[in-house]
C-alpha cells in the first residue's frame, strides 16, 4: 500500500477537465513538503509533469496545473487530449519510517 | 541535455545478488545539490523508491529494502551502482535511474527489466 493515496483511475472526454488527488499525512504534504506529478505515457519511463506543488518544466503544456493544501495535493489537466492518456503518479518526500521518497499508486487516466 | 542509461542483467536467479549501473550525462554528480536516485516499477504496478545518493556521499535508502542495498557512484566515470543481495521473484520490475534535484526526479533513464527466475 502506498503512502500516498491516488485514485486507481480516471475518465473523461476530449475537451473535458479532469483532476486526480494525491492524499498524504502530516509526515509528508502535511509536514510541507512539495508534492511533483509525473507522466507515464503506456511504455515509457515516467517524466516530471509538475515540480514543487504547482510549477511546469519547460515544454510541459499549461493545460496540466498543480495546486496543493494540507495533507493533499490535486493535478488538474484541462482541454483533455488522447494523448493524455497515462498513469500520472505523485511524489513528495517523507520524514517518518515509511521511507524517505514515496510515491502515489498511480492513476490511470483514459480518455474516452 | 541530461540523458541516464541503466545496465544490467535482465535475468538473475533467486539468491543471486543484482548489480545495475547507471551511466548519465549532461551532469556532474559533484555538484551541490545533485544526485541520483533508483527507483523500481514491477509489471503493472507502481514506482518504489530505492535508493538515492548525494553530490557528497551521503546514501539513503528505502528502510523496507535497507538490508538488501548499496548504491555508490564514481564521479570520474559518471556512473552510479546499485548493488539488491538476495534477489527474489517478487523483485521483479523495471529499475530506473534518476537525476535528483529539489526534491525531485527531474530526468530519468530509460529503465532495465530485471526478471528474477530460475
Known amino acids: 500500500q502506498s503512502v500516498l493515496t491516488q485514485p486507481p483511475s480516471v475518465s473523461g472526454a476530449p475537451g473535458q477537465r479532469v483532476t486526480i488527488s494525491c492524499t498524504g499525512s502530516?509526515?509528508?504534504?502535511?509536514?510541507?513538503?512539495?508534492v511533483h506529478w509525473y507522466q507515464q505515457l503506456p511504455g515509457t519511463a515516467p517524466k516530471l509533469l509538475i515540480y514543487?506543488?504547482?510549477n511546469r518544466p519547460s515544454g510541459v503544456p499549461d493545460r496540466f496545473s498543480g495546486s496543493k493544501s494540507g495533507t493533499s495535493a490535486s493535478l488538474a489537466i484541462t482541454g483533455l487530449q488522447a494523448e493524455d492518456e497515462a498513469d500520472y503518479y505523485c511524489?513528495?518526500?517523507?520524514?517518518?519510517?515509511?521511507?524517505?521518497?514515496?510515491f502515489g499508486g498511480g492513476t490511470k487516466l483514459t480518455v474516452l | 541535455q541530461i540523458t541516464l542509461k541503466e545496465s544490467g542483467p535482465t535475468l538473475v536467479k533467486p539468491t543471486q545478488t543484482l548489480t545495475l549501473t547507471c551511466t548519465f550525462s549532461?551532469?556532474?554528480?559533484?555538484?551541490?545539490?545533485?544526485?541520483v536516485g533508483w527507483i523500481r516499477q514491477p509489471p503493472g504496478k507502481a514506482l518504489e523508491w530505492l535508493a538515492l545518493?548525494?553530490?557528497?556521499?551521503?546514501?539513503r535508502y528505502s528502510p523496507s529494502l535497507k538490508s538488501r542495498l548499496t548504491i555508490t557512484k564514481d564521479t570520474s566515470k559518471n556512473q552510479v551502482v546499485l548493488t539488491m543481495t538476495n534477489m527474489d521473484p517478487v523483485d521483479t520490475a523495471t529499475y530506473y535511474c534518476?537525476?535528483?534535484?529539489?526534491?525531485?526526479?527531474?530526468?530519468w533513464g530509460q529503465g532495465t527489466l530485471v526478471t528474477v527466475s530460475s
Open positions: 534518476a537525476h535528483y534535484g529539489d526534491y525531485n526526479f527531474q530526468h
Open positions: 549532461g551532469f556532474s554528480l559533484s555538484t551541490s545539490g545533485v544526485g
Open positions: 545518493i548525494y553530490w557528497d556521499d551521503d546514501k
Open positions: 502530516s509526515s509528508n504534504i502535511g509536514a510541507g513538503y512539495d
Open positions: 514543487g506543488n504547482s
Open positions: 511524489q513528495s518526500y517523507d520524514s517518518s519510517l515509511s521511507g524517505n521518497w514515496v
